[in-house]
Antibody, heavy 121, light 110 residues
Framework: QVQLVQSGSELKKPGASVKVSCKAS????????MNWVRQAPGQGLEWMGW????????TYAQGFTGRFVFSLDTSVSTAYLQISSLKADDTAVYYC??????????????WGQGTLVTVSS | QSALTQPASVSGSPGQSITISCTGT?????????VSWYQQHPGKAPKLMIY???DRPSGVSNRFSGSKSGNTASLTISRLQAEDEADYYC??????????FGGGTKLTVL
């Protein structure tokens, strides 16, 4: 069965960096794109962008350029989100979400459990 | 790009039907049949309920249905049940080759 398992919660100081992992299993990793979605406390979902798991080419949404980097290690079927120069308003739950299998594929059929990143001094 | 517009909250009684709207523009909802809907219970990851405007994934109740007219997509939940109480989000593809979520709607089952 398809599973996306994310790394655990992180507590970081402002200015530090964090790397969140998303390990996929149960399907061919390089066939489906991987998306990253942010949810700040008490707020809605924000699409951060996606990475083509076949080519490694990332696409970033407005507001998520510069400090945010998507990467892959296809040998272990894992996608990564790295955030540098962390700020307090980066505090959020970060989800990885797979592109869909049927139809257009432009939706998210499987989600990781989420990783809480807390930025506080 | 601003989020798609959803009502902040809707409510209904068990057994009733409710509809949640998702309004975008001719550059997203209006131009593509790539609207999807997600249910999120507190503290949980979102769950796909509808994709490509009106298709339902295997395992999702047929009480959930989707439609679109112009720049507005809609999610209808019929025969409302207590377990349907959750936050609901729409999402669309955009002409910039990006994707966007709605602001979310809190459904209360009275």
């Amino acid at each position: 069965q398809v599973q996306l398992v994310q790394s655990g919660s992180e507590l970081k100081k402002p200015g530090a960096s964090v790397k969140v992992s998303c390990k996929a299993s149960g399907y061919r990793f390089t066939v489906y794109g991987m998306n990253w979605v942010r949810q700040a406390p008490g707020q809605g979902l924000e699409w951060m962008g996606w990475i083509n798991t076949n080519t490694g080419n990332p696409t970033y949404a407005q507001g998520f350029t510069g400090r945010f980097v998507f990467s892959l290690d296809t040998s272990v079927s894992t996608a990564y989100l790295q955030i540098s120069s962390l700020k307090a308003d980066d505090t959020a739950v970060y989800y990885c979400a797979r592109d869909g299998l049927y139809g257009s594929g432009i939706y998210y059929d499987y989600w990781g459990q989420g990783t809480l990143v807390t930025v506080s001094s | 790009q601003s989020a798609l517009t959803q009502p902040a909250s809707v409510s209904g009684s068990p057994g009733q039907s409710i509809t949640i709207s998702c309004t975008g523009t001719s550059s997203d909802v209006g131009d593509y049949n790539y609207v999807s809907w997600y249910q999120q219970h507190p503290g949980k990851a979102p769950k796909l309920m509808i994709y490509d405007v009106s298709d339902r994934p295997s395992g999702v109740s047929n009480r959930f249905s989707g439609s679109k007219s112009g720049n507005t997509a809609s999610l209808t939940i019929s025969r409302l049940q207590a377990e349907d109480e959750a936050d609901y989000y729409c999402s669309s593809y955009t002409s910039s080759s990006t994707r966007i979520f709605g602001g979310g709607t809190k459904l209360t089952v009275l």
